[in-house]
């Protein structure tokens, strides 16, 4: 959705290194979903944000929503081939339902 | 431990015929989604419905038609067919429609539909 922009639109990463995702909105979110797809699978649900500030971690991944809650980063730290997958953000503003972006495929070679 | 469950996971048509895919969660969850993703496109959303009885028009409705059968299913529809719903779908459900993590939406695995 135009609404939300990510980027990078594709990265390619060597085993180890790190890596950021951005996701943008034009308009305040109510709350930020990030998931992650693996290649033919549905979407996993990693973490939701909703404060400014606020930044959530869960294994090597870590998710960041900045203070005018119009922007996140999802920061993977030593990359590993099991974090290849499509990521998604997912907006909610203030409606019944949510919007996404166009998704970032990584692919991590060793 | 099913979640969402949607069938079938891959379908091919040609172009006219018409087809349901259908979606059953068992989470107790009051809102349902159908999801369209196209490459470059993220996921758009067809239809939805914030309860049972219910159903709205989402981003790209044309084409399609939905039914909330009642509140664990929630089936989509191509009446005719066309090259331009070749796609892949994902049904998707979440506890509420409104409130924090409320929207947080539990995938299907996805139908992967041609229409030649």
């Known amino acids: 959705s135009q609404e939300l922009e990510q980027s990078p639109q594709s990265l390619i990463v060597q085993e180890g290194k790190n890596l950021t995702i951005n996701c943008t909105s034009s308009k305040t979110l109510y709350g930020l979903y990030w998931y992650k797809q693996k290649y033919g699978e549905g979407l996993i649900f990693l973490m939701m944000l909703q404060k400014g500030g606020e930044e959530k971690s869960h294994e090597k991944i870590t998710a960041k929503l900045d203070e005018k809650k119009q922007q996140s980063s999802l920061h993977i730290t030593a990359s590993q081939p099991s974090h290849a997958g499509i990521y998604l953000c997912?907006?909610?503003?203030?409606?019944?339902?949510?919007?996404f972006g166009t998704g970032t495929r990584l692919q991590v070679f060793p | 431990n099913a979640g969402v469950t949607q069938t079938p996971k891959f379908q091919v048509l040609k172009t006219g015929q018409s087809m349901t895919l259908q979606c059953a969660q068992d989470?107790?969850?009051?809102?349902m989604y159908w999801y369209r993703q196209d490459p470059g496109m993220g996921l758009r959303l067809i239809y939805y419905s914030a309860s049972e009885g219910t159903t709205d028009k989402g981003e790209v409705p044309n084409g399609y038609n939905v039914s909330r059968l009642n509140k664990r299913e929630f089936s989509l529809r191509l009446e005719s067919a066309a090259p331009s719903q070749t796609s892949v779908y994902f049904c998707a459900s979440s506890e509420d429609g409104t409130g924090s993590f409320q929207l947080r939406h539990t995938f299907g695995s996805g139908t992967r539909l041609t229409v030649v």
């Open positions: 997912g907006a909610d503003k203030n409606t019944d339902k949510l919007i």
């Open positions: 989470m107790n969850h009051n809102s």
